[in-house]
């Protein structure tokens, strides 16, 4: 059965799309290669963390927007306006608490706050898992920054060291693994898996306990369960009487996967919304300026698949949507759909990595209008029936501006909110 | 502060392959001798080739002088630095575009000349051997080419060096000569020379100076107001993401760009240019060159266009241009010896360049040879029945460390997936050798050296040194570190205890601190993969630049202004493509 709207990607931005489709009464069907950059990131809600070139954290993200686009005249932003961002935030986290992974603001909650990265330096970030939040670094508490020997995606000290030279007072020790599990080999989803049995994380609290001193809160990778997070956190906090908070590590995310996980479930079980990985878009049909279908590469045979509508959330050069060739040129993957990114190779980068300004390579992208459906340089549509949403967007570079997730549910929540069905 | 004040007979300049070389031979002789580097060893052209150990076939027809030279020190090397060789074998291969020349007769006739071992093989039996290769080819030749790692051999050396009781100290660079005027004109007797770590001066007086500096060296000789021309000759490698070929690939005909291929431990590399630079530091890599390899490497292996490229890197050849060569297409390959007491009335000094490095040997045999007749002579040459590495007698082998880690169950360990880096060779890198930036462990061990480029291990690594730094007061010392090179290679290996090496307190010094180590990293690396980022190694660098912008916050640390004197050398050297414009 055909659905309405067909989903590509599973990222932030897709997932979302899927969620809001199903609440409007659509029969949404969501198809991506894999899971999006949400199993990399650090599981927060980034809004808009830096302009482009200024080195200071942005504290008010939606004041700071007419800053942006005085820059960036057609980041996507723009073409929401904040009043749909703020929306689609609240939105966000009205879902995640009734999904019971909630998440939250700083004390603040029309601003920014400031969350210690696993190095200690301070990200500006908008919304975060209520288990990060305690991290707040406008708060006074000393830090006890937990280290398992052994792990090699977290390192206390160096945080720590970071955290002190910021002015922070911060210290950190290091527990045995073999407190949370005996197997050696382990990424950070191993040990969140181990931690959602109730006897390990008990456990680790006790052993934990005797370190702590009064006053202190309490900083752990992001490894404190999977499925019963919040149950563990829960459990943390109260057998240590102190504030608890997760710190993302390296990939895979923790927290990432948990909100991945959390969506999924709540669109295929709730929302009856099909969600099919493993499924690459090698070629499409349209007619009359209308897609009418895709057709997919899988495992069996290739499958057509028809709909009214498209919505491409399939992640720039990250996610895929977007690659390129040794000759320096740039094309989307699905729809090929027109780049504004400058089809000379020498124009990509600058020489610095860090350069504050990002490369330009990163902030070109499709242009849309305020629908979201993709336009050609003279504004023309491209495709009725296709919107986009997520990290596809000319003018933004979410990675140096940190609005990668700002910019998913903003825009998939205007994508699909605009669509009109006969 | 008064200046410190060090003596020996011999200095060398220079910690490149020639240098140590120079070091480890006269050490065995019995010549006191210290060896300064203004960076780590192997820095320059020594750790910036292709990895080819030569039979000689490449230079069999152009300059059979060399082709002997380079049968014969091949010979040698499997026997004295067998784990950092790979004995893959060569090929040399005819493709149709170089199907009507006479080259490959030429060729056949120059390797029995020169005693270089060459046997025609049918070409299906070199496509059963290598299934990527070109099916087109009409002859090929196998020859015994080699892979050489170069890091490990410079390292190697260097440790048997000091092991003979030489003294190497890196990232000191030599500021100027001093020269007297004894009896028969201008000597040079001393070298002043700067410590970048302990930013200090040091006068090393020594009885000779030999100048190693490869394509550096016409700067040091005009410190003694010699005049030696080099002309720098810039070539470009690229490595792919996985081992195309097991065995070297080299194009038979006149020797020219991108003409060859070398399986390198899990890479292959594919060189090179020859392009006359103004500088030896000018490293920048233009986008026609990459273009040509991307081309050229298509006729030895279809389907190389499509090939993950993971980095592009430069070096530069030492050409020695002779005073009497008319142009710079004359300049040998050979080695020169220059004895600047009969050559400019300069005494005291020697220079040593050109040549390649599969003759390191040879050349420092020759040069330690002419330091016996300007010294008084000592024991005989050593160099070519001693081997540097005695407890590692065979040759390496691509599987060695996966076996390591399957055999000690290490995969806990990995710091870095990639190359199989576990935290142990970490641990032992920082604690025996002179450390001071991850690029240095990167030689060492290396790290980031592989698909990812460093986007997991260069936080990790720093995470590791610093609980090392914070655990055991434990900084880089390039003075007293045991240097136990041979077994950084090894992930097997225990770490040995932290108690048994000298702990110093420089931890005040910015070289230390572990945000610049981070940034330097990554810049380091990101110069490297400017030229070639596209299709899924750019999908990869997004993935580096969330790590590091995203989710470490990498670019808001503390002291974001800190530099150190290693710093610049990333950032000058990073250079963008300019447009392409191969037709496809």
């Known amino acids: 059965m055909p659905s309405d709207l067909l989903i590509i990607g599973a990222g932030l931005a897709g997932l979302m799309a899927g969620i809001h489709a199903a609440q409007q009464g659509l029969r949404p069907r969501i198809i991506a290669t894999g899971f999006g950059a949400t199993h990399w990131t650090a599981g927060t809600i980034d809004v808009l963390g830096y302009l482009p070139g200024d080195p200071e954290p942005v504290h008010h993200p939606f004041q700071a927007v007419p800053q942006l686009l005085a820059q960036r005249p057609q980041h996507p932003y723009g073409l929401v306006g904040v009043p749909a961002l703020r929306r689609a935030l609240q939105h966000f986290q009205e879902l995640t608490t009734t999904l019971g992974l909630p998440y939250g603001g700083g004390r603040n909650p029309h601003t920014n706050f400031l969350l210690p990265s696993p190095l200690g330096a301070p990200r500006p970030t908008f919304l975060a898992p209520v288990a990060q939040r305690a991290g707040d670094m406008t708060r006074e508490e000393p830090y006890l920054i937990v280290g398992f020997r052994g792990m090699r995606d977290f390192y206390p000290t160096l945080m720590a060291e970071n955290l002190t030279r910021q002015g922070h007072e911060a210290r950190a020790i290091f527990l045995p693994l073999d407190l949370i599990t005996p197997q050696q080999d382990n990424t950070p989803l191993h040990l969140a898996r181990a931690l959602d049995r109730e006897a390990v994380a008990m456990r680790l609290a006790q052993a934990l306990k005797s370190h702590i001193q009064p006053g202190e809160r309490v900083g752990l990778p992001a490894i404190l369960g999977l499925e019963r997070h919040q149950q563990v956190w829960g459990l943390m906090q109260e057998i240590l009487a102190a504030p608890i908070f997760e710190i993302p590590t390296l990939p895979p995310s923790v927290p990432g996967i948990r909100l991945t996980r959390a969506l999924r479930r709540h669109l295929e079980r709730d929302l009856q919304v099909p969600v099919d990985l493993g499924m690459t878009v090698m070629d499409f049909h349209a007619q009359a300026a209308r897609v009418q279908w895709v057709r997919t590469r899988a495992s069996a045979r290739p499958l057509k698949h028809r709909a009214q509508a498209f919505l491409l959330a399939t992640g720039g050069f990250l996610g895929g949507g977007f690659t390129s060739d040794t000759r320096g040129r740039a094309w989307e993957t699905v729809f090929h759909l027109p780049l504004t990114i400058p089809q000379d190779r020498g124009q990509w980068f600058r020489p610095d990595f860090l350069a504050a300004e990002g490369h330009p390579i990163f902030r070109g992208g499709l242009r849309a209008d305020a629908e979201m459906r993709p336009v050609d340089t003279t504004g023309r549509v491209v495709y009725e029936n296709v919107r986009l949403a997520g990290d596809l967007f000319t003018d933004s570079d979410p990675l140096a501006e940190r609005s990668l997730e700002g910019v998913a549910l903003a825009t998939a929540w205007v994508a699909v909110h605009g669509l009109k069905f006969a | 502060m008064p200046m410190r004040n060090l003596h020996t007979e011999i200095l060398v300049i220079g910690g490149g392959v020639t240098g140590v070389g120079v070091a480890w031979d006269a050490a065995l002789r019995g010549f006191d001798v210290i060896l300064v580097e203004r960076r780590d060893l192997a820095h320059g052209t020594s750790g910036r080739f292709h990895g080819l150990l030569h039979s000689g076939g490449r230079y069999v027809v152009k300059d059979p002088v060399s082709a002997r030279e380079c049968i014969h020190e091949n010979r040698i090397l499997r026997h004295t630095h067998a784990p950092c060789i790979e004995d893959t074998g060569g090929f040399f291969v005819v493709t149709p575009e170089d199907a009507q020349s006479d080259y490959p007769d030429r060729f056949v006739q120059a390797c029995a000349q020169t005693g270089v071992p060459c046997e025609e093989i049918p070409p299906a039996q070199a496509l059963r051997e290598e299934p990527r290769l070109n099916p087109a080819i009409s002859r090929v030749f196998r020859v015994p080419d080699a892979s050489i790692d170069g890091f490990q051999l410079v390292h190697l050396t260097a440790q048997a060096a000091r092991e003979a009781g030489a003294r190497i100290f890196t990232y000191h660079s030599v500021q100027d000569l001093v020269l007297t005027q004894d009896g028969g004109g201008p000597r040079v007797v001393a070298a002043r020379v700067h410590d970048t770590v302990g930013d200090e001066t040091l006068l090393i007086h020594a009885d000779l100076i030999i100048n190693a500096a490869g394509a550096w060296s016409g700067r040091i000789a005009g410190m003694a107001g010699c005049q030696v021309e080099i002309v720098p000759g810039k070539g470009i490698m690229m490595a792919t993401a996985h081992r195309l070929v097991n065995t070297v690939i080299n194009r038979c005909k006149w020797p020219s760009d991108g003409d060859i291929l070398v399986p390198a431990h899990t890479v292959s590399i594919i060189g090179t240019t020859d392009t006359p630079v103004a500088d030896p530091e000018d490293l920048r890599i233009e986008a026609w060159e990459v273009a040509k390899m991307m081309e050229e490497g298509e006729k030895l292996i279809p389907g190389f266009r499509h090939a993950r490229i993971l980095r592009a890197w430069a070096g530069v050849r030492p050409l020695y241009k002779a005073k009497e060569a008319a142009s710079d297409r004359d300049i040998s390959r050979q080695f020169a010896l220059l004895n600047h007491r009969t050559r400019d009335g300069v005494a005291g000094l020697i220079t040593i360049t050109g ?30 029945s001693t081997p540097v590495a005695p407890s590692q007698k065979d040759l390496y082998w691509l599987g060695h460390r996966l076996r390591e880690v399957e055999d000690h169950h290490l995969q806990h360990e990995l710091i870095c997936e990639c190359e199989l880096v576990t935290r142990g060779m970490l641990e032992q890198a920082v604690r025996n050798n002179p450390t001071v930036t991850l690029d240095d462990l990167r030689r060492d061990v290396r790290l980031g050296m592989g698909p990812c480029q460093g986007g997991f291990c260069t936080y990790r690594a720093v995470g590791v040194i610093h609980e090392l730094q914070t ?35 420089h931890t005040t010094s910015p070289l230390y601190n572990p945000n610049l180590l981070l940034r330097d990293f990554l810049q380091e690396r990101w110069k490297g993969v400017i030229p070639i980022l596209w299709g899924q190694q750019l999908k990869q660098e997004q993935l580096d630049r969330l790590i590091y912008l995203t989710l470490l916050n990498a670019d808001h640390l503390p002291d974001p202004h800190l530099k150190s004197p290693l710093t610049d050398f990333y950032h000058a050297t990073a250079s963008l493509a300019t447009p392409s414009s191969d037709p496809d």
Do not use: I, Y
């Open chain 2, 355 to 384: 040549g390649k490095l599969t003759t390191f040997r040879l050349m420092a045999e020759k040069t330690v040879d002419l330091a016996a007749q300007e010294l008084g002579p000592r024991r005989a040459c050593a160099t070519a």
């Open chain 2, 471 to 505: 655990g055991e007061g434990l900084v880089p010392d390039t003075e007293n570190a045991p240097w136990q090179v041979d077994r950084l290679t090894s992930p097997g290996q225990t770490p040995s205890s932290p108690t048994s090496f000298p702990r110093q307190a």
